[in-house]
């Protein structure tokens, strides 16, 4: 009797998930299904994928150049040298996204979530990532040049060596991020939350440093902004 009614409900799963599966032979166009699928070194320059599910998805190489990405899926996905340069992914979702050298250069990530992302020596100069979650990530060696950090959360992140020069930085929460080295030199921190003198005494700044209320320069910066 048991198994007579779990059977169709176990078929019903069964047709459930195989209409999930990802279609990798499908064409680039807005809400496609690329998840897990081995996509690297294509050329998807000027490409609609609004609302995209590339999770999981191998991109290693791949070309987003000013793609439409609104809302799109990179959950967990493999970015290495691929570029999203001039690329809009509002609100797109690259939590535990990894890559190195990845070019965000340009792009529009306003609020995305890049929460446990591991983007070492990814280049996001002039790029706008105002309200993006970039907490418990890692940005070693990243370039901030130019980019506005409006808001942005870097709770607890690597920013180690990372550069800030002329960037946005009012409001990002900084607190317990791991700043050795970063290039803060003539950076104006005034606004920015939850840094600490610890913090600063690790970072690469100079005397066009501006710090927050309460915070001082080190008498001596431990490096030179290089």
């Not at 791949?62 to 959950?75: E, N, Y």
């Not at 967990?76 to 939590?95: C, I, Q, Y």
């Not at 791991?178 to 290039?183: D, N, P, W």
Request: aromatic share 6%; glycine share 10%.
């Amino acid at each position: 009797m048991a198994l007579r009614y779990c059977l169709p409900i176990v078929l019903a799963l069964l047709l459930t998930t195989a209409h999930a599966q990802a279609d990798c032979k499908s064409a680039p166009g807005p809400g496609l299904d690329w998840s897990g699928c081995l996509k690297e070194k294509l050329m998807l320059d000027d490409a609609e994928l609004m609302d995209s599910d590339l999770s999981g998805a191998f991109l290693s190489g791949t070309s987003f150049a000013d793609a439409r990405m609104k809302g799109a899926k990179l959950i967990k996905a493999e970015l290495s040298r691929a570029s999203f340069k001039g690329a809009d992914l509002e609100g797109a979702d690259l939590s535990k996204a990894i890559g190195g050298r990845i070019d965000f250069s340009g792009a529009n990530l306003a609020g995305a979530n890049l929460e446990k992302a591991e983007f070492h020596r990814s280049i996001f100069a002039g790029a706008n990532l105002a309200g993006a979650n970039m907490s418990r990530s890692e940005f070693s060696r990243a370039t901030f040049d130019g980019a506005d950090l409006t808001g942005v959360n870097l709770h607890h992140s690597n920013i180690s060596r990372a550069s800030f020069k002329d960037a946005t930085l009012a409001g990002v929460n900084m607190k317990g991020a791991y700043m050795y080295r970063a290039e803060i030199a003539g950076t104006d921190l005034s606004a920015v939350e939850g840094l600490s003198g610890d913090q600063i005494e690790i970072a690469c700044g100079d005397d066009a440093t501006v710090l927050p209320d309460g915070l001082d320069h080190p008498a001596d910066w431990p490096c030179t902004a290089d």
